[in-house]
């Protein structure tokens, strides 16, 4: 588990295809605290350490894992938002948040407000009835709050400080976003379809 609160921003240092996707990512995460095993979300994707460096960690991602998210454009200098695994007595910042992507979301605008960016993306209409605004949803690992929902678009806002400690200060118009419900939005849903 994750609370979406982003504490490093990783860099892909080296991709290839083994059958599964090996990734290794440069950290500035002290590396001889991480287990062989540890879950690291990484763009929001709940990835596993499979193997570790001074400054780096591998992870294996399965095809299932590239076909659901937007790690198919990850490239050689990607950067991206990394989040180590909750502890039990870690201050729970964001909201929970479980890594697993459910889908991918676009970004259809964007405008500058005030010292904020309105950015405007476009979620799968499968997905788009668990947002809601106020909710909560996690983007790219990032726990944010939903300002407004108009059909399938909904919009959030920056603040300076999360374009500056997250990747969220070089997206840009057309990018591809990993997205994650709020379990709590999900299980209510459910609630409301067997009722």
């Known amino acids: 588990m994750f609370t979406g609160i982003v504490t490093d921003i990783g860099t892909i240092i ?10 290794r990512i440069r950290t ?12 690291i979300a990484s763009d929001g994707v709940c990835l596993t350490v499979i193997a570790l460096g001074d400054d780096w960690y591998d992870v294996q991602i399965s095809a299932e894992t590239v076909s659901k998210t937007n790690l198919d454009g990850w490239k050689v200098g990607s950067r ?16 929970i948040v479980s890594g ?3 889908g991918v979301a676009e ?9 904020s960016t309105r950015v405007t993306l476009r979620a ?11 909710g909560s949803v996690a983007l790219n690992g990032t726990s944010l709050t939903v300002n407004d929902v108009d059909g399938c678009d ?20 057309g990018d591809r976003v990993n997205l994650e419900i709020d379990t709590l939005a999900r299980y209510v849903a459910r609630l409301a379809e067997v009722s």
């Open 107 to 115: 970004i259809v605008a964007m405008a500058e407000e005030g010292d």
């Open 154 to 173: 909904f919009g959030i806002n920056f603040i300076p400080h999360t374009k500056e400690v997250t990747t969220w200060g070089a997206v840009k118009f």
């Open 80 to 95: 991206v938002n990394l989040e180590r695994a909750l502890k039990v007595g870690d201050e729970l910042g964001g909201h």
């Open 14 to 23: 080296e991709l290839e295809q083994q059958g599964d996707l090996r990734a």
């Open 28 to 39: 500035g995460y002290d590396t001889s605290g991480i287990d062989i095993g540890a879950s």
């Open 124 to 134: 799968p209409k499968d997905l788009a009835r668990f947002i809601a605004p106020k």
């Open 100 to 102: 697993h992507v459910d």
